[in-house]
């Protein structure tokens, strides 16, 4: 598939394609589990062995990517294996679809049976949703830089290759203030926007939150102008499963915190069997 299809176009994985096939996967490997759960090989996909087997070759996948010269990815052999970039390749696909098909058979097989179920369901629903966001809503997760100018409307943002696209609303630029460290380098700039929900306020660390999963950062501006600068150039993120991501850290954070107090009681309680022994 990989050879003839070449990489995952993102239009082919963005919504609602991303959202049906991960149905799909876990509906499909729910119903195995329940009609053939004693084959061995849904046992295999079940166990940890598979765990094992799935999280290196996510491991090997993303090493890839970053030990790859570009000078060897570019290389017609690389290209057709899709290792100019191979977390968008067929092969690094499987290897997520493996992983998080391993994870979701443990949570449906042991999450009414293990022992701490609530420590247990933390903690693999955590890393499931995590991975699931990360993989599957990547597809969702678009950037566009804007030149706002003062004075000037603008409604049109330019991907990473250049490519510009309509924002559907437009962006005037009204005062843009820079402070300097005493050896001339910026200490902070902030810039004053007019858009359809008023003037807005964005500095590096405060974006202008647009919506739900609408964020405008302020990015760069014109360094030779200095805080005569003309213009600023703003950064668009649209990322609608960034709480997705959020909600797997806090649970993974949850069941490390029980982790920490079970582990804690259990010592407290040997200790004290062992005092209570003559």
């Given at each position: 598939?990989?050879?003839?299809?070449?990489?995952?176009?993102?239009?082919?994985?963005?919504?609602?394609?991303?959202?049906?096939?991960?149905?799909?996967?876990?509906?499909?490997?729910?119903?195995v589990?329940?009609?053939?759960?004693?084959?061995?090989?849904?046992?295999?996909?079940?166990?940890?062995?598979?765990?094992?087997?799935?999280?290196?070759?996510?491991?090997?996948?993303?090493?890839?990517?970053?030990?790859?010269?570009?000078?060897?990815?570019?290389?017609?052999?690389c290209?057709?294996?899709?290792?100019?970039?191979?977390?968008s390749?067929?092969?690094?696909?499987?290897?997520?679809?493996?992983?998080?098909?391993?994870?979701?058979l443990?949570?449906?097989?042991r999450?009414?049976?293990?022992?701490?179920?609530?420590?247990?369901?933390?903690?693999?629903?955590?890393?499931?949703?995590?991975?699931?966001?990360?993989?599957?809503?990547?597809?969702?997760?678009?950037?566009?830089?804007?030149?706002?100018?003062?004075?000037?409307?603008?409604?049109?943002?330019?991907?990473a290759?250049?490519?510009p696209?309509?924002?559907?609303?437009?962006?005037?630029?009204?005062?843009?203030?820079?402070?300097?460290?005493?050896?001339?380098?910026?200490?902070?700039f902030?810039?004053?926007?007019?858009?359809?929900q008023?003037?807005?306020?964005?500095?590096?660390?405060?974006?202008?939150?647009?919506?739900?999963?609408?964020?405008?950062?302020?990015?760069s501006?014109?360094?030779?102008?200095?805080?005569?600068?003309?213009?600023?150039?703003?950064?668009?993120?649209?990322?609608?499963?960034?709480?997705?991501?959020?909600?797997?850290?806090?649970?993974?954070?949850?069941?490390?915190?029980?982790?920490?107090?079970?582990g804690?009681?259990?010592?407290?309680?040997?200790?004290?069997?062992?005092?209570?022994?003559?």
């Amino acid at each position: 598939m990989q050879c003839f299809l070449g990489n995952i176009t993102p239009a082919w994985w963005a919504f609602p394609m991303n959202v049906a096939v991960l149905l799909v996967l876990l509906v499909g490997l729910t119903i195995v589990w329940r009609e053939a759960g004693q084959r061995w090989f849904v046992q295999f996909l079940a166990s940890g062995k598979c765990s094992v087997v799935a999280l290196m070759l996510v491991t090997g996948g993303c090493l890839i990517k970053g030990f790859v010269p570009p000078a060897a990815a570019s290389s017609a052999v690389c290209v057709r294996l899709g290792l100019h970039d191979f977390t968008s390749s067929w092969i690094f696909a499987f290897c997520i679809v493996l992983l998080v098909g391993n994870l979701w058979l443990v949570i449906v097989r042991r999450s009414t049976k293990a022992p701490h179920a609530w420590r247990f369901a933390l903690n693999h629903i955590g890393v499931l949703l995590t991975i699931v966001s990360l993989f599957f809503g990547a597809a969702d997760t678009h950037k566009w830089r804007i030149v706002a100018q003062q004075g000037i409307p603008t409604d049109m943002g330019y991907d990473a290759a250049g490519t510009p696209h309509g924002l559907g609303y437009e962006i005037i630029l009204d005062t843009f203030v820079v402070s300097f460290f005493d050896n001339g380098t910026p200490a902070a700039f902030y810039a004053d926007i007019s858009t359809e929900q008023g003037t807005q306020r964005v500095s590096v660390n405060q974006p202008w939150h647009r919506s739900w999963c609408e964020d405008v950062h302020l990015n760069s501006y014109d360094t030779q102008a200095g805080a005569a600068s003309q213009f600023c150039v703003l950064e668009r993120v649209v990322q609608p499963w960034k709480y997705v991501t959020w909600c797997g850290i806090v649970m993974m954070i949850g069941g490390a915190l029980l982790l920490f107090f079970d582990g804690s009681k259990h010592k407290s309680v040997a200790k004290i069997k062992s005092n209570d022994q003559p």
